[in-house]
């Protein structure tokens, strides 16, 4: 499909004549990647057929886990266990080696989450997370009622005892990625179509929030987001994936076929990135690693 060049400095990152290349289809709405070095693997949600689907290179796609909660973002903590954002159950769930389900975050002062829709897990072991309305819907999640008047971003400490509201100011929060060094917290904005940056202080709450980049145009919104090893911000947007420099610097776009909703780095070196969008899946070589899950 070609890129959008709007800065040269894109080029640096991916050769402007990289393909974007189709992997499967089939599904309903595909969201939240994550690759599993170890299996070399790529678990990624397809949120209203309620699975969890595994694609490898070997097999191609298969079911991983189902039911599933509907769940949307995914990514596993420090021990490697399975971390799941689930819309149908309203919480953030931890898989264990063995198999066991656990819940580990459901409510915020007594009240129901929304829906949590992305979650990623810093050095420290606290999870951030973010919790728009979105899974409150048949298609995405059981229909109901939201008890909480607020959108919120939150952090659940190491030791899973507290969860910590961080900002509520949010229309729909979405995707959120640290910066390489974790000093910075980004996290967009689906329905004002911007991604806000956040300094990230020594007990893990967030200050200075300011707007980082913007999006315009039609078929497609802010939705999953991850960095490169130098800085620069993948998120998904209008036509594909968009590009920022860590100055906010808008580089371009990867051009896609179908509406991206959701993106992460894997294979072996970590430069190869994976992108959910639609009905399907695909991947492009970059020229750049990206941040590793662990």
Not at 38 to 48: C, E, N, Q, R, V
Not at 143 to 158: C, N, T, W
Not at 207 to 230: L, S, T
Not at 262 to 283: E, H, P, Q, V
């Amino acid at each position: 499909m070609g890129l959008d060049i709007q800065d040269a400095r894109l080029v640096e990152l991916v050769d402007a004549d990289a393909e974007m290349e189709w992997l499967a289809s089939g599904c309903q709405f595909t969201e939240g990647p994550l690759w599993n070095a170890a299996g070399k693997f790529l678990l990624f949600s397809d949120i209203p057929a309620n699975t969890v689907r595994r694609w490898d290179a070997t097999l191609g796609m298969s079911v991983f886990r189902e039911p599933s909660g509907k769940s949307n973002g995914l990514t596993y903590d420090k021990q490697g266990c399975f971390i799941a954002c689930e819309h149908a159950n309203r919480r953030v769930s931890r898989t264990h080696p063995d198999g066991e389900v656990v819940t580990i975050a459901s409510h915020y002062e007594g009240k129901r989450l929304n829906s949590p829709n992305d979650v990623v897990v810093k050095s420290d072991g606290s999870l951030y997370f973010t919790d728009p309305p979105y899974g409150l819907s048949s298609a995405y999640g059981v229909e109901a009622e939201k008890e909480l008047d607020f959108q919120g971003v939150y952090r659940l400490s190491p030791d899973g005892e507290t969860l910590t509201l961080l900002i509520d100011d949010f229309d729909r929060p979405n995707g959120l990625c640290f910066s390489p060094d974790e000093s910075i917290l980004y996290i967009n904005d689906t329905e004002r179509m911007h991604i806000r940056a956040f300094d990230v202080q020594a007990d893990g709450t967030l200050a200075n929030g300011r707007v980082f980049g913007v999006e315009e145009g039609e078929n497609g919104k802010p939705d999953g987001m991850k960095v490169d090893v130098r800085g620069n911000v993948y998120l998904t947007g209008p036509g594909g994936i968009w590009v920022f420099a860590p100055d906010g610097t808008h580089l371009g776009v990867l051009f896609l076929p179908e509406r991206a909703a959701n993106l992460a780095w894997g294979g072996d070196d970590w430069k190869t990135l994976f992108i959910t969008a639609s009905t399907s899946l695909y991947r492009i070589r970059c020229k750049v690693a990206g941040v590793a899950v662990p």
